[in-house]
Nanobody
Framework: QVQLVESGGGSVQAGGSLRLSCAVS????????MAWFRQAPGKEREVVAR????????YYADSVKGRFTISRSDALNTLYLQMNNLTPEDTAVYYC??????????????????WGQGTQVTVSS
């Protein structure tokens, strides 16, 4: 059974940092494209960051470039998102997602096969 479990969310003040983790079980992520999405109340789910198999390529939403870093540990079967200099606009539920090979690093949530349950990130001003 495939499971993605996010952790590391919480409440911080603007300017603070959080590190999200996504522990995967049931398959090896080595050949999968992985991504972080977020969804704020009343808004559509949007891609935050994507990473290729092996980690050689990463892509970020313009709103988080220079502040967020996506990484992966295939040895630990875990995906990470380091979030620095958080702003209230980053408040959302954050989801990790996986796209089976052959994957395309799509920005569309429709292309991802597996999802975590989400972790809440709240940033206060």
């Amino acid at each position: 059974q495939v499971q993605l479990v996010e952790s590391g969310g919480g409440s911080v003040q603007a300017g603070g940092s959080l590190r999200l983790s996504c522990a995967v079980s049931g398959y090896t992520i080595r050949s999968y494209c992985m991504a972080w999405f977020r969804q704020a109340p009343g808004k559509e789910r949007e891609v935050v960051a994507r990473i290729s198999p092996g980690g050689g390529s990463t892509y970020y939403a313009d709103s988080v470039k220079g502040r967020f870093t996506i990484s992966r540990s295939d040895a630990l079967n875990t995906l990470y998102l380091q979030m620095n200099n958080l702003t209230p606009e980053d408040t959302a539920v954050y989801y990790c997602a996986a796209d089976r090979p052959p994957c395309t690093l799509s920005a569309s949530p429709k292309e991802y096969n597996y999802w975590g349950q989400g972790t809440q990130v709240t940033v206060s001003s």
